[in-house]
């Protein structure tokens, strides 16, 4: 995280997908609609989602994952032994029903999800750092039916080593900040131990900046799951990623301490923007939300962000809710800056444009 | 010239329609009228309600352009623009003199009392009448001497079928027995029923679930919270009297059923069970109509036949001129006030309620076509601004359009809102059962008139299911349909919503 200013703001990773957008890619999968029209849309889409982070001044972006039909399908559809017995669908949205038959081959040559690719384009459309984030493996898991393995756990495994070459090939071609988001694991904590094994398979020998995400699901702008956070410990602490990104907007803090409790000393990405609400928060709320995070975590190990994706919002809802986001940040900034002269970033226009050159975020952290 | 004769099965039968009496005739004046042939269309329905909106004949314009204007908006190619729609009751039309009729009204405009202006039909004042008799409910029935409930088809809400309170509540136990063992069963387990009546069902629905309980061995009944939602005060309170037994699980709110976060938004996301029945087919809906390759609002404005507004005003001593204006002082205030408002005409609060009964069943709708100039440009729902708020866009309409094929739906506004609202209501293992009138495929609407009818003071039409289940599946739902199993015979169909994935 070297180079950013001190609360860096972030996204989650998806961002809003316009109607219109819905319609085209629809049609796409009704048949109506070529591939390369359908990337031709996607790349548009993915720039105007950039243009909207940096002009909201969000210091770490994402491509909004604007090419993906779902948090599953695009990659077990490029995932060599998932088996897909319709491809068309009546709603690009809904999921493809997946089987595995056969074990998954291994890893072999090139990456075969294409991630990289998707990286390179974005990367060469911004200056700001990137958060490339993807689904990890026990989630992408969950909706597999599984005819190969005798133990799920090997599926799990299998997917996470594919995964791992394309985090290889994502490095290689300069990805930094790799995210995996587990949205199923709330759903199924007594699988956690599992989960962590795959994860750290996913980062073997990927020297990045590694995030996890976990939240109570966001299909459709509804919770899957209820709970808590407990769950996650304390095997999370033998996950070998940099950052937990938590869900905490729509749920309240009562988690925080939680991760405080359980000792987990590396940065935690705080959820201030709940994305299942039309409402916009105010600045002062998001300060507000930040502070209490403060609580429990000091700020050089606090990231910024909304709670999770923000592909249900409308374009207008998820501009509005991150100004306030970078605009409640700054305030919390202001008054730390008041606390102390030590931080030279804080809250200084010209600290934080340095802080936008993506290479000043080569390094990952120690883990 | 199109002629759609939707009740084609009564071509056939014991008694088939004699097209030769009931439309023919109809057929003959426009021929000796001076209407372009070409662009009429002739429209037969078997309207099955005894007391409905609709004469034996109606005309219809289609306008080819929205009266307000709005810049240019681009006509489909090859759309057939029609002038008029006559609109004939085959179930009725055996009864006039058809030709002359028709004839009649081609020639001129028929004398009426009109009550409002045009507008969208969830907007007319039919609405308010609908309103009125749910929050006077007492009045009308000491006028009438029955209940509501004897007005329903089968004669008693299916809400009181003991075999299906007891199937939701095995299904209520299964989910809960799996979410207690992974630890994840909330404290409190909510239970909301919208359009309560008069409590029969909450009282077997909570009669069930103790005894189930007592059987199962869990203690949730001791856990269980009934929420009884209803518009009328008066109602509730009648009900909280049936469910005296189990009054400390029982708590009730008097809310507008379209709207039930407004008083229930504590409840986002935890309730396990919305419970509805007979409440949809019975809130404010609009008309689409796609025809010839255009889509049109269904625009209406009540009125009352000059006949019945005559005798109506006279039996009132007042000029047929007055008479909108005592409609809609009945309304505003309803039959109880109306005396001390108007005590020239209203001697008594019986004389005000016989006013209402009249008025009622006198009262009728026109009709036009008014082309949508886009679906975005119809909101299913009122825009208000209002914090929370889930605007539903004319565009969930679209795949129920798409095709092409001429068909009259109804959008069921009041039913959508109501129905997208109670859904944020739901806990990601909860559940939301209707009990209605559902027309399930959208070729429903093409054979069968689907409303609105009149069930002695309210509004009846059917639910648009298709529509609904669209809507629901864009909101992360599947929704089911299947026949109310536990009753033979009958039209109810139960509606069953569950989180999909």
């Given amino acids: ?367 | 010239m199109l002629v759609d004769f939707r009740p084609h099965t009564r071509l056939r039968g014991t008694k088939p329609v004699d097209l030769t009496t009931s439309l023919v005739p109809v057929v003959e004046a426009l021929g000796e009228g001076a209407v372009d042939l070409a662009k009429v269309r002739v429209v037969s329905d078997w309207v099955q309600y005894r007391e409905n909106f609709r004469d034996v004949v109606d005309l219809r314009p289609i306008l080819h352009s929205a009266p307000a204007g709005g810049g240019a908006v681009p006509v489909p190619m090859g759309a057939r623009e029609d002038d008029l729609e006559v609109a004939v009751d085959v179930r009725r039309s055996h009864d006039v003199a058809l030709k002359e009729l028709t004839a009649t009204l081609l020639r001129s405009a028929p004398d009426r009392a009109v009550l409002e202006g045009w507008g969208r039909g969830s907007e007319s004042l039919v609405w308010d009448f609908n309103a009125l008799y749910w929050s006077a409910l007492e009045l009308w029935e000491k006028a009438t001497g029955c209940g509501y409930e004897q007005a329903l088809p089968g004669g008693e809400s299916d809400a009181r079928n003991r075999d299906a309170a007891r199937e939701l509540i095995d299904g209520l136990f299964a989910v809960w027995d799996r979410l207690s063992a992974s630890n994840a069963l909330p404290e409190e387990l909510y239970v909301v029923e919208l359009g309560v009546g008069n409590g029969s069902q909450a009282k077997v629905f909570l009669d069930e679930f103790r005894d189930r309980d007592r059987e199962h061995g869990r203690g949730y009944y001791r856990r269980l919270h009934y929420l009884m939602c209803d518009y009328s005060q008066h109602v509730l309170d009648l009900a909280r009297e049936t469910v005296a037994e189990h009054i400390a699980h029982v708590s009730s709110f008097a809310l507008d059923a379209t709207r039930p976060r407004t008083s229930l938004g504590f409840l986002q996301y935890k309730v396990f069970l919305v419970y509805i029945s007979n409440v949809y087919d019975n809130l404010p809906t609009d008309e689409v109509a796609h025809l010839g390759g255009r889509t049109y609002c269904v625009q209406t404005r009540a009125y009352l036949p000059a006949g019945e507004a005559a005798e109506l005003a006279g039996s009132v001593a007042a000029s047929t001129q007055e008479l909108p204006a005592l409609v809609h002082k009945l309304l505003r205030l309803g039959p109880a006030l109306l005396p001390e408002a108007a005590a020239a005409h209203f001697p008594d609060v019986d004389s005000a309620v016989g006013f209402w009964r009249r008025a009622w069943a006198a009262l009728r709708l026109e009709e036009r076509y008014v082309p949508l100039p886009g679906l975005d440009t119809y909101p299913l729902t009122p825009v208000t601004g209002r914090v929370g708020q889930i605007p539903l866009s004319g565009e969930l309409l679209r795949p129920l359009l798409e095709s092409g094929a001429d068909v009259r739906m109804h959008v069921n506004n009041g039913a959508l809102a109501s129905f997208v609202d109670s859904l944020m209501l739901l806990h990601p293992f909860g559940t939301l059962v209707c009990h209605d009138l559902f027309v399930t495929d959208i070729e429903g609407y093409r054979t069968h008139f689907r409303g609105p009818g009149k069930y002695d003071g309210s509004v009846v039409n059917w639910v648009n299911g298709p529509l609904l289940a669209h809507v629901g599946r864009r909101r992360g739902f599947d929704v089911h349909y299947d026949r109310f199993r536990h009753r033979t015979g009958g039209n109810i169909v139960t509606m069953t919503a569950q989180v999909r994935d």
């Fill in chain 1, 1 to 367: 995280m070297d180079g950013l200013p001190l609360l860096p703001t972030t996204v989650v990773g998806s961002y809003p997908v316009p109607e219109w957008m819905e319609r085209l890619k629809t049609e796409y999968f009704r048949g109506k609609m070529s591939h390369a029209q359908l990337q031709d849309v996607h790349e548009m889409a993915i720039k105007a989602a950039l243009r909207d982070q940096e002009l909201a001044r969000i210091d770490i972006v994402s491509d909004g994952e604007l090419r993906r039909d779902n948090d599953l399908d695009y990659f077990l559809a490029r995932m060599p032994g998932i088996e897909i017995a319709h491809t068309a669908k009546d709603f690009y949205f809904d999921y493809f029903d997946t089987r595995v038959n056969a074990p998954l081959p291994a890893p072999d040559g090139p990456a075969p999800l294409g991630l990289a690719d998707d990286f390179a384009f974005t990367d060469s459309q911004t200056d700001r750092p990137i958060k490339f984030s993807f689904t990890g493996p026990f989630s992408l898991s969950r909706r597999v039916r599984d005819e190969a393995y005798a133990d799920r756990r090997d599926l799990v495994l299998a997917i996470a080593r594919i995964l791992n070459a394309e985090a290889h090939a994502l490095a290689a071609r300069g990805a930094r900040l790799l995210q995996i988001d587990e949205p199923f694991l709330a759903g199924y904590p007594n699988e956690l131990g599992t989960a962590v094994e795959a994860i750290n398979i996913v980062t073997a020998g990927v020297d990045v900046t590694w995030g996890l995400h976990v939240c109570y699901g966001n299909r459709y702008a509804r919770p899957s799951w209820e709970g808590h956070y407990d769950f996650l410990f304390p095997a999370v602490l033998d996950a070998a990623v940099d950052q937990l990104v938590l869900e905490f907007a729509r749920k309240g803090h009562d988690d925080l301490p939680v991760v405080e409790k359980h000792g987990w000393d590396r940065v935690l990405g705080v959820g201030v923007v709940d994305v299942k609400t039309d409402q916009i928060e105010t600045p002062a709320l998001i300060a507000s939300r930040i502070r209490l995070a403060l609580e429990f975590v000091p700020a050089d190990r606090l990231v910024v962000n909304p709670d999770c994706g923000l592909r249900n919002l409308t374009g207008a809802v998820a501009r509005a809710k991150l100004a306030a986001m970078v605009a409640g940040t700054a305030q919390v900034r202001r008054s730390l800056a008041g606390d102390s002269v030590e931080n030279p970033a804080v809250e200084n226009p010209a600290v934080d444009d340095a802080a936008h050159d993506k290479g000043a975020f080569g390094e990952g952290a120690p883990r």
